[in-house]
């Protein structure tokens, strides 16, 4: 369970770094794309600057759950792991219901199946 646990939490960091890319280098094109049904076209330019400040703080739960890697002692490892991933699946809750639905099965569900496998190891 424990390779089960570190490959979903690999892919729960490796999708926040995608979103920071989005969010922070293409939110006029990919995050228009993404998000068409959440906000409206016109919306995407002027909101450029708060989808960049978002894109930093999803790089930053990427960078908490790389850094669980990194980490020698098991239990403060797995400590690591749940604070992020609890962040991750809490503001993927959050984007479902302020947002779009489709959030909490993008971003939420991984995490929260991450966490599961974390605590079966």
Sequence with gaps: MEIVAKILIAIVAVEHLYILWMEMF????????VFKAALPAEMFKPTKGLAANQGLYNGFLAA??????????????????????????IAGIYGAISATKKIFFVQALPAILAIIAVLLK
């Design 26 to 33: 293409a939110w006029e094109t990919k995050g228009k794309e």
């Design 64 to 89: 908490g759950l790389i850094w669980s890697f990194l980490i020698k002692d098991p239990q403060w490892q797995t400590n690591v792991a749940l604070f992020f991933l609890g962040c991750v699946a």
